[in-house]
């Protein structure tokens, strides 16, 4: 079992930027991958961003160039760096993980954007 903690939402002007944090409670070196989804009011829950055990990563496209996802081994964090921020990106982030083959979920931060 992989416990999640969350931090870092808030509300935030049009522009501004925020930091997310997650925080497994297993090492990194165990997960699979490590991301970012979210989901607004009446909307499906969609990739933000993740980060493959290894490096590489995947961005939704209406975030690239404005979000940047990393994580820190020695911590078992995983971050989201959001600038640049738009009232769309309104929603309530859940932290992701994937260890062999079960997802687990953080129980997610919202995130307020105001115009």
């Known amino acids: 079992q992989v416990q999640l903690v969350e931090s870092g939402g808030g509300l935030v002007q049009a522009g501004g930027s925020l930091t997310l944090s997650c925080a497994a409670s297993?090492?990194?070196?165990?997960?699979?991958?490590m991301g970012w989804y979210r989901q607004a009011p009446g909307k499906q829950r969609e990739l933000v961003a993740r980060?493959?055990?290894?490096?590489?990563?995947n961005y939704a496209d209406s975030v690239k160039g404005r979000f940047t996802i990393s994580k820190d081994n020695a911590k078992n964090t995983v971050y989201l760096q959001m600038n640049s921020l738009k009232p769309e990106d309104t929603a309530v982030y859940y932290c992701?993980?994937?260890?062999?083959?079960?997802?687990?979920w953080g129980r997610g931060t919202q995130v307020t954007v105001s115009s």
């Open positions: 980060i493959i055990n290894g490096g590489s990563t």
């Open positions: 992701n993980v994937v260890r062999f083959t079960a997802n687990y």
């Open positions: 297993v090492g990194i070196f165990d997960i699979y991958s």
